[in-house]
């Protein structure tokens, strides 16, 4: 069975740092794209980050770039996500998807997991 | 940047048939993806690849596609399908993911 489970969210001061990871396990880990996708509260779903299955290929949301990192351990079965600077809009839950690759260059998330919050407050 | 646009909100009677669209100048280029999120739970694919249903998807969903427009359908609506539903492209060059914003459908 395949899971994914988020950690790392927590409180943290406008211009503060969080990184976020994700376990997976149930299937191969290093064969599958990876993402996160974020949720603000009583908002829709915003694509933030996808990185290869090789780590050779990283995309980011305008949003983000520039102020998170994204990365993967593939002998740990693990993805990440280094947030610095974090602004009060940067609030959301922060979900980590399993991508499939699409023609023409999309991908889309077949497996979810539950999210980790992440507020940023004073 | 590039859009999908959504209606906010769809209403049905049980049993009835649901149809919300999705558009996005990119779409004829791209495949459009659906998933349905129900209050405090995560998103789960219901439609990929404009109109393939995963396994264990009930055959009441469908997708289809004409133009710029891409359109989920849920026919012989049940309670259970009240949800918020998003579909999700990307932009022209497939290097950035775009989620619609999402319809709140409602089964009355």
């Not at chain 2, 999705?22 to 694919?45: F, N, T």
């Not at chain 2, 969903?61 to 012989?76: D, H, R, Y």
Request: aromatic share 12%; hydrophobic share 30%; proline share 4%.
């Amino acid at each position: 069975e395949v899971q994914l489970v988020e950690s790392g969210g927590g409180l943290v001061k406008p211009g503060g740092s969080l990184r976020l990871s994700c376990a997976a396990s149930g299937f191969t880990f290093s064969s599958y794209s990876m993402n996160w996708v974020r949720q603000a509260p009583g908002k829709g779903l915003e694509w933030v980050s996808s990185i290869s299955s090789s780590s050779s290929y990283i995309y980011y949301a305008d949003s983000v770039k520039g102020r998170f990192t994204i990365s993967r351990d593939n002998a740990k079965n693990s993805l990440y996500l280094q947030m610095n600077s974090l602004r009060a809009e940067d609030t959301a839950v922060y979900y980590c998807a399993r991508g499939i690759a699409a023609a023409g260059g999309t991908s889309f998330f077949d497996y979810w997991g539950q999210g980790t919050l992440v507020t940023v407050s004073s | 940047s590039y859009e999908l646009t959504q209606p906010p909100s769809v209403s049905v009677s049980p049993g009835q048939t649901a149809r919300i669209t999705c558009s996005g100048d990119a779409l004829p280029k791209q495949y459009a993806y659906w998933y349905q999120q129900k209050p405090g739970q995560a998103p789960v694919l219901v439609i990929y690849k404009d109109s393939e249903r995963p396994s264990g998807i009930p055959e009441r969903f469908s997708g289809s596609s004409s133009g710029t427009t891409v359109t989920l359908t849920i026919s012989g609506v049940q309670a259970e399908d009240e949800a918020d539903y998003y579909c999700q492209s990307a932009d022209s060059s497939g290097t950035s993911v775009v989620f619609g914003g999402g319809t709140k459908l409602t089964v009355l």
